[in-house]
């Protein structure tokens, strides 16, 4: 399988870690210590050798840090981790700290009151992260080697997985036309060139995948971007042995050992986004300028042969998960556990011959773990199913020619009614995200209030973003498009995003709703203005369980929706169906 259910962290282990860690700090005169999630490369998922929070901590989750002082340690984390973070870490070692209500450079002053020398790595802070924290009276920041690489023995090694082509009629463009539009953006910011540290831009841009990190394919590379669409690709000689030809003689490569030289030897003014680039790197530069990543655009709108592939791609996805879902429902054992449920999942997926990876851990819930949002099964926490109201099953698959994110909660007995009601009011927010109708330059801020509205009505609401991007045959989680509270990034055609409200009571049950849409330019309906408008179109196609659907909640029009869409997957999957799978298919896409 490629998920696993091994337990990979201990709260317990954090005491001797931190004391290691501690007596480093003491040796280098360090009164505090930072240790973020993030690696170099500023991604949400990182390599095991770059799991420094975990290890040091025990807390897995995707995004967050710790700082660490010589009598106290804290673990910031966001709502989507308020339950997880203190089932994973010690509460007599680490105090956890809700992010980002309150920041570093608020909670710091209190923790030292009268001042001190904070270490961190610079190859893993950005400058947006430590502007604020420099400006602190009375605290040093202080670049410093890696005190977590210098007191773990056993670390991994760094992954050096080989790269591989992706194929242009899967892309739509060669990248020499990207690297041609690339170029004209750096041009236009008035540099000579861009430095990225972002594997999943590179991938994108030289149409190349890896498998330097599990989930994402990708490898882990840095490149410069020249005015004139030249490309110096930093990385592991050995990782492009597939690709040379591939790249061609306008893409150079350099050993990781010479990026420091070839940092230094850029002429002219030289571009980096301060909330991703490393300050090792910026800093680095004799010319640095501050820009827009002028990749980020790009990548995040799709190209027309891209929205194809990911069509195809969630057809076979949407089939192997009617196929789960059916199993699930009729043919599930008595003593079926969350571990069987993510087992069984990913043998369905299997079974199309074409799946490549999950794109994340499958979070299967059963009851209270439900409400633990991103929550990972392992060995120890395994639940049976078996006496539980409901399931919440949020899964993905990586196919060569697209990346699939999907969640359901489905009964496992008769819903209660407050079970139902909640989830019919999670469903009429995800309904109304599908059926908007928006003006070019809205942002996913401007959207995010539709999909909470129901919950909002009556004193409820959720903890985490409303949609994120995704990519193609990339990372599940892509930016810099989402649909949530704080992003002011205005949605264009072809961009891909999540759509997936919810509702968790800690310690009883979570629903969760999901589908992937896309941004498409609006069909004009007779009377409308003429005027340019966009909308989404939905390409996950799997049944919402009609069973927790309270049906006097909904409006004519909400209910004219679920029609609809239930009379498209039963369209679009049921002929790739046969048997009990598809009549199980046609009963749950029944009129309500």
Same mark, same amino acid.
């Given at each position: 399988m490629f998920q696993t259910f091994d337990v990979t962290a201990r709260p317990q282990d954090a005491v001797p870690r931190v004391a290691r860690l501690r007596a480093w700090m003491n040796e280098q005169g360090?009164?505090?210590?930072?240790?973020?999630?993030?690696d170099a490369h500023q991604g949400e998922y990182v390599a095991p050798c770059d799991a420094r929070l975990a290890w040091i901590s025990g807390f897995t989750g995707s995004?967050?840090?710790?700082?660490?002082?010589?009598?106290?340690?804290?673990?910031?984390?966001?709502?989507?981790?308020? #339950?997880?973070?203190? /089932?994973?870490?010690?509460?007599?070692?680490?105090?956890?700290?809700?992010?980002?209500?309150?920041?570093?450079?608020?909670?710091?002053?209190?923790?030292? $009151?009268?001042?001190?020398?904070v270490g961190f790595d610079p190859w893993l802070h950005t400058e947006a992260e430590l502007t604020r924290l420099r400006a602190l009276t009375g605290i040093e920041m202080v670049a410093?080697?890696?005190? #977590?690489?210098?007191?773990?023995?056993?670390?991994?090694?760094?992954?050096?997985?080989?790269?591989?082509?992706?194929?242009?009629?899967?892309?739509?463009?060669?990248?020499? =036309?990207?690297?041609?539009?690339?170029?004209?953006?750096?041009?236009?910011?008035?540099?000579?060139?861009?430095?990225?540290?972002? $594997?999943d831009a590179l991938a994108w841009l030289l149409n190349i995948r890896g498998s330097d990190i599990v989930r994402t394919p990708v490898a882990q590379a840095f490149g410069v971007v020249f005015a004139d669409g030249s490309v110096d690709l930093i990385c592991a000689p050995t990782k492009v042995d597939a690709v040379i030809d591939h790249l061609g003689p306008d893409v150079r490569?350099?050993?990781?050992?010479?990026?420091?030289?070839?940092?230094?030897?850029?002429?002219?003014?030289?571009?980096?986004? $301060?909330?991703s680039c490393p300050v090792a790197i910026s800093e680095a530069l004799a010319q640095p300028v501050a820009v827009t990543d002028p990749l980020a655009l790009p990548k995040a709108v799709k190209s027309t042969a891209e929205i194809a592939a990911t069509t195809q791609a969630h057809l076979r996805d949407g089939a192997a998960m009617v196929r789960f879902l059916r199993w699930l429902d009729e043919d599930r054992p008595d003593d079926l556990t969350e571990i069987g449920v993510v087992r069984a999942l990913e043998q369905f997926r299997r079974d199309t011959n074409q799946l490549r990876d999950v794109s994340f851990e499958t979070?299967?819930?059963?009851?209270?773990?439900?409400? +633990? /949002?991103?929550?990972?099964?392992? =060995? =120890?926490?395994?639940?049976p199913l078996a006496g539980d109201p409901v399931l919440l099953v949020d899964s993905g698959g990586q196919y060569l020619d697209g990346t699939t994110d999907i969640t359901r909660t489905v009964p496992l007995?008769? $819903?209660?009614?407050?079970?139902?009601?909640?989830?019919?009011?999670?469903?009429?927010?995800?309904?109304?995200?599908?059926?908007?109708?928006?003006?070019?330059?809205?942002a996913g801020c401007h959207l995010d209030a539709l999909a909470r509205a129901p919950l909002w009505s009556e004193h409820r609401d959720?903890?985490?973003?409303?949609?994120?991007?995704?990519?193609?045959?990339?990372?599940?989680?892509?930016?810099?498009?989402?649909?949530?509270?704080?992003?002011? #990034?205005?949605?264009?055609?072809?961009?891909?995003?999540s759509n997936e409200p919810g509702y968790y009571r800690e310690g009883a049950f979570g629903i969760r709703i999901e589908n992937l849409i896309h941004v498409i330019e609006a069909p004009r309906p007779?009377?409308?203005?003429?005027?340019?408008?966009?909308?989404?179109?939905?390409?996950?196609?799997?049944?919402?369980?009609?069973?927790?659907?309270?049906?006097?909640?909904?409006?004519?029009? =909400?209910?004219?929706? +679920?029609?609809?869409?239930?009379?498209?997957?039963?369209?679009?999957?049921?002929?790739?169906?046969?048997?009990?799978?598809?009549?199980?298919?046609?009963?749950?896409?029944a009129r309500l």
């Open positions: 360090l009164d505090a210590f930072l240790v973020p999630r993030a995004a967050g840090f710790a700082v660490i002082l010589a009598d106290r340690a804290a673990v910031f984390a966001d709502g989507r981790y308020s #339950v997880q973070v203190k /089932v994973q870490t010690d509460p007599d070692t680490f105090e956890t700290v809700d992010w980002p209500g309150t920041g570093l450079a608020d909670w710091l002053p209190g923790a030292l $009151p009268k001042g001190g020398r410093c080697d890696n005190g #977590v690489d210098a007191v773990w023995n056993e670390r991994p090694p760094a992954p050096a997985g080989a790269m591989s082509v992706y194929p242009q009629a899967l892309s739509g463009r060669s990248h020499a =036309e990207k690297r041609a539009q690339i170029a004209e953006a750096v041009r236009a910011a008035g540099i000579t060139a861009f430095v990225t540290n972002q $594997p490569v350099t050993a990781p050992e010479g990026f420091a030289a070839l940092l230094a030897g850029l002429s002219g003014a030289v571009g980096y986004d $301060p909330s979070i299967a819930g059963s009851g209270p773990n439900g409400a +633990i /949002v991103h929550y990972r099964v392992n =060995e =120890e926490t395994d639940r007995i008769a $819903p209660p009614r407050d079970i139902a009601h909640a989830f019919t009011r999670v469903l009429q927010g995800m309904v109304a995200v599908s059926r908007v109708r928006f003006p070019r330059g809205v959720y903890d985490h973003g409303t949609g994120h991007g995704v990519g193609v045959y990339l990372g599940v989680h892509e930016g810099p498009q989402r649909i949530s509270r704080v992003s002011q #990034v205005p949605l264009q055609p072809g961009m891909i995003l007779e009377g409308g203005d003429d005027r340019d408008m966009l909308g989404f179109e939905t390409l996950t196609w799997v049944p919402i369980d009609r069973r927790l659907i309270l049906t006097d909640l909904l409006s004519p029009d =909400e209910r004219a929706w +679920i029609d609809g869409y239930h009379a498209t997957v039963a369209e679009k999957i049921g002929p790739l169906l046969d048997g009990a799978d598809r009549d199980w298919l046609l009963r749950m896409t």
